[in-house]
């Protein structure tokens, strides 16, 4: 119904940057909100950060100063500009959309997933 596809993630060396990206497909008619979430091994599912329709955004206090989250409502793309990276950002990096259908239902979709590595 509405498909994801991650792309940008692999091998960087600690203050390395990266950026990911996530496309949204499918009968969308409104992408309130856009974000990334990460799980690092043997740790929760955690927020990174989201942004709205409006383009408000929220970060987590681990990241702040140092990620930045961005969207393009036309290409229903939202992106991820990482910098300073560090060995702690290793991790699962999931996109994640949450909208509502042309046929007027919500969707809430996860995308499957890219690999993020920090290190030397």
């Known amino acids: 119904q509405v498909q994801l596809v991650e792309s940008g993630g692999g091998l960087v060396q600690p203050g390395g940057s990266l950026g990911l990206s996530c496309v949204a497909s499918g009968s969308i008619s409104r992408l309130n909100v856009m974000g990334w979430y990460r799980q690092a091994p043997g740790k929760q599912r955690e927020l990174v950060a989201t942004i709205t329709s409006g383009g408000s955004t929220n970060y987590a206090d681990s990241i702040k100063g140092r990620f930045t989250i961005s969207r393009d409502g036309f290409k229903n793309t939202v992106y991820l500009q990482m910098n300073t990276l560090k060995p702690e950002d290793t991790a699962v990096y999931y996109c994640?959309?949450?909208?509502?259908?042309?046929?007027?239902?919500?969707?809430?979709?996860w995308g499957q997933g890219t690999q993020v590595t920090v290190s030397s």
């Open positions: 994640n959309v949450y909208g509502r259908l042309r046929t007027g239902s919500l969707f809430d979709s």
